[in-house]
């Protein structure tokens, strides 16, 4: 079995203005909380988001990520930069060459980290990562995790919804039947779960600030006060169970 806490979206800054709560503290509490578990994860994903727009690099956000008590793969977001995330990262993970994928084991499980933030910015996939997840899934020997930043699937919430994720057909095709056995992301940062492409998938809670949620797009979308939250992922070979761990909660 493998036992993964999935951190997302910490939007970590370097000015200290942080809208509601400070978000590396908040991170290092989930790292506190998870040092604490009677049995501790085999990994953490980070997926995406790691630092804010208004950051000037990763110098402020690499001394907290390497007090993270268990082995830690840190994927990028639409608010990462990419071109500094893979020098800040360099020897974390083995990106492919022309974007920020990556397989990792962990445990009896592998993970594949897709890079879902097209060079424009919006969210999905072009043929180079689409290929490359192709040519992974099919050397795949074990039942394999899927991390995105963004959610392929639709959330119901324009907001998160528009522009879409682009190429989610092809994702979906080259899902089903094959290893993959869950799908994890962020972006909405807040917790959503659906079946999609025949696998349980699901979207975390932020450790940095929540979003609102207009499920009719009328109201606007703005940062708003929830408690930082992270997801326990416990897979093994009769499925999967998942968890959420707010850390207002005692350590587990």
């Given at each position: 079995m493998a036992l993964i806490a999935q951190l997302s979206d910490p939007h970590l800054r370097d000015d200290g203005a942080d809208p509601f709560h400070d978000p590396?503290?908040?991170?290092?509490?989930?790292?506190?909380?998870?040092?604490?578990?009677?049995?501790?994860?085999?990994?953490?994903?980070?997926?995406?988001?790691?630092?804010?727009?208004?950051?000037?690099?990763?110098?402020?956000?690499?001394?907290?990520?390497?007090?993270?008590?268990?082995?830690?793969?840190?994927?990028?977001?639409?608010?990462?930069?990419?071109?500094?995330?893979?020098?800040?990262?360099?020897?974390?993970?083995?990106?492919?060459?022309?974007?920020?994928?990556?397989?990792?084991?962990?445990?009896?499980?592998q993970l594949i980290a897709l890079?879902?933030?097209?060079?424009?910015?919006?969210?999905?996939?072009?043929?180079?990562?689409?290929?490359?997840?192709?040519?992974?899934?099919?050397h795949a020997q074990t039942p394999s995790m899927l991390a995105l930043h963004h959610p392929p699937f639709a959330t119901g919430t324009p907001h998160l919804d528009r522009p879409g994720f682009q190429d989610a057909d092809a994702l979906s095709r080259l899902i089903e039947g094959s290893a993959v056995c869950r799908i994890i992301a962020g972006h909405s940062h807040r917790a959503i779960q659906t079946i999609w492409a025949g696998c349980l998938s699901s979207t975390a809670s932020?450790?940095?600030?929540?979003?609102?949620?207009?499920?009719?797009?009328?109201?606007?979308?703005?940062?708003?006060?929830?408690?930082?939250?992270?997801?326990?992922?416990?897979?093994?070979?009769?499925g999967s169970v998942s968890y959420q761990i707010k850390l207002d909660q005692e350590p587990q």
């Open positions: 590396a503290e908040a991170l290092l509490q989930a790292f506190a909380q998870i040092a604490a578990m009677e049995i501790k994860p085999d990994a953490i994903v980070l997926t995406g988001d790691i630092i804010d727009r208004s950051a000037k690099g990763y110098a402020h956000a690499l001394p907290v990520l390497h007090r993270a008590p268990v082995p830690l793969w840190p994927m990028p977001g639409n608010h990462d930069d990419p071109a500094g995330f893979r020098i800040a990262f360099d020897g974390w993970a083995d990106f492919a060459p022309d974007h920020l994928s990556f397989i990792a084991p962990i445990a009896d499980l890079d879902s933030t097209l060079e424009d910015g919006r969210p999905g996939l072009d043929r180079s990562r689409l290929d490359w997840l192709a040519d992974r899934l099919g932020a450790i940095g600030h929540g979003l609102s949620l207009s499920l009719s797009g009328a109201e606007p979308h703005k940062p708003v006060r929830m408690a930082p939250a992270f997801d326990l992922h416990a897979i093994g070979p009769k």
